[in-house]
């Protein structure tokens, strides 16, 4: 007879301080965030740490009071692993592990963890392991004997739990063989992407978790990976779309976060070229999410640094279905704020806002709400650039 094991979750505290550029109210949405990150690693969260500090401390990130506390409820409270808001320097992870004697994890090793387990194909495996390495490299001297006291578990995927013994030319070596390997899938990839033709571009783009892949599901009726948990996607899926009798290229590509990894960005940055060679970018945003306005502005910062060629492009606001807002009272005369907005409200203000910009589509991809306006849209858009690109095509469309 069978019997299931079940494992527990690993327990975990998350550390972060308030700063000139960080107030309560920033760094209470930024823990939200990094939550969502544990529990997509499967990872529970039971406590949340903060302090007021104009920097972090660069020996112990907090004060040591503050330090000392957090250690009292490591012990009391059996964690497993303390999580940090911020990337932590190798002088800084030495330290800490030395103090709470458990396991540390700062963003970007959480961020590389959840692409670790998520990664399915050759180029993403090769891009994490790349990012996991270069993240590594620095902190040998203070982490090995470390990791020699855990068993697995978050941050341990790939190279932390194989390559405790090994030296620093192991890892480099390691790290360009790595390089060749990405730069021969990225040749392929090209003479791929060459393959294509001149058919117009069209790219998915935005935060994670805002409905990307949905909306590809539902617009070329593929098959591609999607669910309520951060980076479920991390491969570039490009699939062939026609509407009305105008074909073109649809591409959903990873999703954006603030702090991303610089190591991990550098990776990835063969799989964005499906950005940089896109002809229309629709920035999908996750309207219902609170804090919309800031994703967009990281997707934004993201996308000029990866490309800066003029594109054209709009703004999709997706899960208008899941849209809420606090209602206020007759009598309440303190000043409206957007958290008030009723949707109504909220669309006309991002259309005056983004109008100069680009054209704002609100959509549910859901419940397949104003889907088909968002392909006239884009169809208009992408006629434009064929009949540019092509003006004597006999193709040229009867709407």
């Known amino acids: ?187 392929q990839k090209n003479v791929q992407r060459q393959n294509r033709g001149k058919l117009v571009r069209v790219a998915l783009i935005g935060y994670t978790n805002v409905g990307k892949s949905t909306l590809m599901n539902l617009w070329s009726k593929s098959e591609v990976f999607a669910e309520n948990k951060l980076f479920a996607t991390l491969d570039t899926t490009v699939r062939k779309v026609v509407v009305k009798n105008l074909p073109f290229l649809l591409s959903d590509t990873v999703g954006f976060i603030r702090k991303l990894p610089k190591n991990l960005f550098e990776s990835f940055k063969s799989t964005l070229d499906e950005v940089r060679e896109a002809d229309i970018l629709l920035y999908v945003t996750d309207i219902s999410h609170p804090n919309f306005m800031e994703q967009m502005e990281v997707v934004e910062k993201t996308i000029d640094e990866i490309t800066k060629e003029k594109k054209s492009k709009f703004f999709v606001f997706n899960k208008i279905d899941n849209y809420k807002f606090e209602q206020k009272d007759d009598d309440d005369l303190t000043e409206r704020t957007k958290e008030n907005y009723s949707l109504s409200e909220m669309e006309d203000f991002l259309r005056m806002k983004f109008s100069s910009v680009a054209p704002c589509i609100f959509i549910s991809a859901k419940d397949k709400t104003n889907i088909q306006e968002l392909k006239e849209a884009v169809y208009k858009e992408a006629k434009r650039i064929h009949t540019e690109r092509y003006p004597y095509d006999d193709l040229l469309y009867e709407d």
């Not at 930024?30 to 969260?45: G, H, I, P």
């Not at 670790?116 to 490299?137: D, F, G």
């Not at 040998?140 to 004997?145: A, R, V």
């Not at 480099?172 to 390089?179: N, Q």
Request: proline fraction near 3%.
């Open 1 to 187: 007879m069978a019997y299931e094991t079940k494992t527990e979750k690993e327990k975990a505290i998350i550390i972060g301080l308030i700063t000139k550029d960080t107030d309560e109210k920033k760094l209470d949405e930024y823990f939200s965030e990094l939550e969502f990150l544990a529990a997509t690693a499967d990872v529970e969260c039971v406590g949340r740490f903060s302090q007021k500090a104009e920097y972090p401390n660069p020996r112990i990130y907090t004060g040591k009071g503050k330090i000392e506390e957090i250690a009292d409820f490591v012990e009391k409270n059996e964690i497993d692993c303390a999580i940090f808001d911020d990337e932590l320097s190798p002088s800084q992870y030495r330290n800490i592990s030395e103090i709470l004697k458990c396991k540390i994890i700062d963003r970007s090793n959480l961020i590389l963890d959840i692409f670790a387990k998520r990664a399915q194909t050759a180029h993403s495996k090769t891009q994490v392991e790349l990012a996991q390495y270069q993240y590594l490299l620095p902190r040998l001297t203070g982490m090995w004997t470390h990791l020699e006291r855990q068993k697995g578990g978050i941050g341990m995927r790939g190279p932390g739990e194989k390559e405790i013994e090994t030296d620093r030319r192991i890892i480099r070596d390691r790290i360009s063989k790595l390089k060749e390997e990405l730069q021969k899938i990225d040749n």
